[in-house]
């Protein structure tokens, strides 16, 4: 849509042309806020300045409303007029083709160096196509400036001296904040209105027990649509993972807390913390490259054992096992840096408590700090959960791509994450089933990431208010 | 306690107790803590009687929490902190490296500024105590000693039907009788209280004086408090510190009447501080 409307220079000019037209309109404001004063500015209501301020408001905002307004559907209406103004023959293809015609005119139209194609309808089309993008942003422009010219002269007409200019600004000043908090919240709805939107259409295909309790999967042929190996491996691997960072990014915590003398603290912290900045692709090939093949020459060694049946691991050169070590490495910072937060808010009083009754380190932290901070290590651990289940690169480069349940952890599994990857990456057609499965995949794995991260909330919130 | 009763009138000092009524429990010589280079207390010596309550007096940064730690050794738990000078308890100086901090720490019981329950039940609250150091065997003994320690902080009768309830359910001056009755449980000698009434309303802060006035028959105990009439209700004898010095130290009802420094007439009479 941008391309459209914010050819850079038009865009640049409007904000020029906005910006002036508010320092005008607030040296205007201004000007008559201290000629109501007759130079007894304290008898004013609101400081001259607020007076500037709210004819500024008053302004640019109608104006930026309108543009914003055309950013969002101003395509829509030149599109729906275009078409309405298409020979019948053309009008009476189907709503994607008739939609497809329109963005290869379109994209024509907008080629800076767009040349004749021939096609005598075609090029006539481009034409009107471009000639209507003109006049509807030359129509915006004039509503906003209309707008605008409107808005300064309400502003002005407000002013006097008991008018609550400086409520005003401030009613303006929430609004813009509230805006920004909204368009956060908006965006997230956003988005899971689309994947929510996406599943549906998948599961007017597939049917949503036989998605979501069916233990086969062969998406890629179009086939079968059962989730649960995918599942299975997703919560395997995090298993894994969680296997490896609970203990040690909780102990590391409870050694930083705790027994680490400021100086080593203020050394080790940081570098602790340095693991959660490494790309996981960085990770990904290091469990490539480096762990799994450790794990495949540790079960044939295995394997290889006296009074194990042959084949009892199946050792395959990509391995849950490997994709779940690597994991839990990058996953200890998550632990160990909110499990340090929350040993660090349990009050000194309860440690001394413990001391002065004779306690010893380790008692005092297991009897005492441990239980007070277990809420929030909990927490900390939930959303480790969730960061290792939604976990991408690792698993698509160490995993494997193969859906079944086993608990071998050296077979190759794969996950919810990599089989959306799977499924969107390369030549896909939007329509399939195979491809809106990857939505609903995506609808799953929001949702549990989404219980988890709200218990832990949760849990968070509970625990704070025991302590303050 | 002849020997102690000679040492303590070969040493003439002002700091010294004026009557001896009672044998030395604690006796302290020479103390000097640091933090970092800051000298917080300088050259404290002080012998505190057994069976008594001992207030230590004197205007906010004057020393006397700091110590009072000293007689726990909870100095160790602070990183810069640093203690000189020798403690006698019973004829063994404790800041001797020889002596176990934690073992100490279970012969002096402490009392903090804030009541600070473990996030466990009442019982097991008590329980803490005499389970790490193994003061009962089996689950009939500990009952006992759970109900023994409670009914002597006087909170029996309010908590015995609600002994798994958790500790920090009870109000202020329930929770700090708590931390009276959890450091009783461990069968004290010496109990050190920090300014035990300081977050408390008048009313619990009577019943903790009451119980202060039921221990002393049993214990040696130390409170360190702002508040002066509570320092002449409950104490027999009185410190008074300034500065990082010990002033002047004798019997209460002396030190509240009849003051020989300047200074501790101008503090208990509110003149500064």
Redesign the interface.
Known sequence: MLETFGHLPVAWLLFAVLAAAAFMAFYVGRTQAVGIARGYTSQLNSQPNYHGYFVAMATIAPAAIILFLYMLFGESLVRAQFASELPERIRALGDLELGQYIDRISEHATRRDATATGNALFDAASDRYTNLVGLSRIAAILLAVLAAAGGFFFGRSRLSGDFRARARVEDGIKFLLFLCAAIAILTTIGIVASLLFEALRFFSRVNVFSFLFGTEWNAQTGADFGAIPLFFGTFLIAFLAMLVAAPIGLFSAIYLSEYASPRVRSIVKPILELLAGIPTVVYGFFALQFVAPIVRSSATWINGLPFIPDGFLAAQPTSALAAGLVMGIMIIPFVSSLSDDVINAVPQTLRDGAYAMGATKSETVKQVVMPAALPGVIAALLLAVSRAIGETMIVVMAAGQRAQITPDPTADLTTITVQIVALLTGDTEFDSAKTLSAFALGFVLFIVTLIFNLIALRVVKKYREKYE | MDGNMEHFTQTKSSARADTASAPIKVDCQNIDVYYGDKRAIEDISLEIEDRSVTAFIGPSGCGKSTFLRCM?R?ND?I?SAKVTGKIFMDGANINDPAIDP?????RV??V???P?????SIYDNIA??PR??GLASGKAEMDEVVENSLRKAGLWEEVKDRLQAPG?GLSGGQQQRL?IA??IA?SPEVI?MDEPCSALDPIATAKIEELIDELRERYCIVIVTHSMQQAARVSQKTAFFHLGKLIEYGDTERIFTNPEHGRTQDYITGRFG
Request: hydrophobic share 40%; charged share 15%.
């Open positions: 726990n909870m738990t990183e934690v073992l100490l720490r279970s019981g402490m903090f500024q804030k600070n329950p473990f996030p466990k803490y105590g790490i150091h920090t931390c959890r450091a461990v050190l």
